[in-house]
């Protein structure tokens, strides 16, 4: 299994760098498939629950939505469009809102934070985006082998009982040092490269304990089989969903220079 996720990351990881190096409509296309493929596996965890027209219109009209020029005016025309259509629809032919609402999670679980990706590398750049990576991926990695070398007391056993505090802490440390020397290269105080990745650091591990307490309460082990070893989108990019949109809103309110 780890040879396989080795592959994986070894044809997978260059092509998300191209995308990323390019930007523009390359890392747009990319995104938006993997948004697509995204929703079609939130569907699946939906099961008879899914509602295909409103989960894939609003979560790819969000999306489509930050490949141009945001504004508070545009998000908030479409919060009420889709959750104006939600409830009508729900209302109207269903009956049945609550029971229609994860839908709404789906949408917004799987197109925000594919969508943050877009907008940090936009707003501020390649290498703010490599950081955000950066962070996940040393936290990810670390946390595997902390976990399976020193692993010994549970993190959160009824949501993944094989995640461990020791995993934990050898993830922190490392997403903290490695986003931390990325930091201060890319000119950042000693503070702002602690703190910041260190909060990544912690929200990374959170995306990934929220996916899977969204599996184990549909009784799956993963979302999807795309990617080799790892499972589905969502499955690889779980972390991600905590961390991009959370260095975006550290990015705007201290106002970092937009870089290349």
Excluded at 164 to 173: K, L, Y
Aim: contains cysteine; hydrophobic residues 50%.
């Amino acid at each position: 299994m780890l040879r396989v996720r080795i592959l994986t990351a070894v044809f997978g990881i260059p092509l998300l760098g191209i995308c990323l190096y390019y930007g523009g409509l390359l890392l747009q296309g990319l995104i938006l498939a993997a948004v697509i493929v995204g929703l079609v596996e939130f569907s699946r965890l939906l099961g008879p629950k899914v509602q295909y027209e409103y989960l894939f219109a609003a979560g790819l009209s969000f999306v489509l939505l930050t490949y141009g020029e945001l504004s508070d005016t545009k998000i908030a025309i479409w919060l009420f469009v889709q959750l104006f259509y939600f409830l009508v629809r729900n209302t109207v032919f269903a009956h049945k809102p609550f029971a229609a609402a994860e839908n709404i999670l789906g949408a917004l679980y799987v197109a925000v934070p594919f969508s943050f990706m877009w907008l940090v590398r936009d707003h501020f750049g390649l290498w703010w985006s490599v950081y955000g990576l950066a962070i996940t991926w040393a936290t990810d990695t670390f946390a595997y082998f902390g976990g399976m070398r020193f692993g010994k007391t549970k993190l959160a056993p009824t949501i993944s009982p094989n995640k461990s505090v020791e995993g934990a802490i050898s993830g922190c440390v490392a997403g903290t040092v490695c986003g931390g020397g990325l930091a201060l290269w890319l000119g950042q105080p000693l503070g702002f490269a602690v703190v910041v990745s260190f909060l990544l650091s912690i929200a990374g591990q959170l995306g990934d304990l929220s996916e899977s307490a969204l599996k184990r309460e549909k009784s799956v082990k993963d979302t999807g089989s795309i990617l080799p070893g790892h499972g589905g989108i969502l499955d690889r990019c779980d972390s991600l969903a905590f961390v991009m949109p959370l260095l975006y809103i550290i990015l705007t309110v201290i106002n970092v220079p937009t870089g290349p």
